[in-house]
Nanobody, 119 residues
Framework: VQLQASGGGLVQAGGSLRLSCAPS????????MGWYRQPPGKERELVAA???????NYKDSVKGRFTTSRDNAKNTVYLQMDSLKPEDTAVYYC??????????????WGQGTQVTVSS
């Protein structure tokens, strides 16, 4: 299974970006999907996740600014990022987890897309 992430780039503080992530071919029945990020020199952290029924959760620092959504028919997940801050600069990785698996070690990962927010 390969996930293709797109939509990253360079944006000024206060701006917006929308990330997308879709499988390149056939895929298992998908449960949780979402996004992690890895800021420079730091560990990877969960940003947002969404279940197949639409339940979401977010990292505290992005609540109210980021919105994740998904298209179940296309197994595609999105991350709308508004009011971006320099501290949001990171490589963003999408993930998809087989339905019924509850922990991150079962995640399949996208290749990462760079988001850079200038001050």
């Amino acid at each position: 299974v390969q996930l293709q992430a797109s939509g990253g780039g360079l944006v000024q503080a206060g701006g917006s970006l929308r990330l997308s992530c879709a499988p390149s071919g056939s895929i298992f029945r998908v449960g949780v999907m979402g996004w992690y990020r890895q800021p420079p020199g730091k560990e990877r952290e969960l940003v947002a996740a969404i279940t197949s029924s639409g339940y979401t959760n977010y990292k505290d620092s992005v609540k109210g600014r980021f919105t994740t959504s998904r298209d179940n028919a296309k197994n595609t997940v999105y991350l709308q990022m508004d009011s971006l801050k320099p501290e949001d600069t990171a490589v963003y990785y999408c993930f998809a987890r087989p339905f019924g698996m509850s922990t991150p070690e079962y995640n399949y990962w996208g290749q990462g897309t760079q988001v850079t927010v200038s001050s």
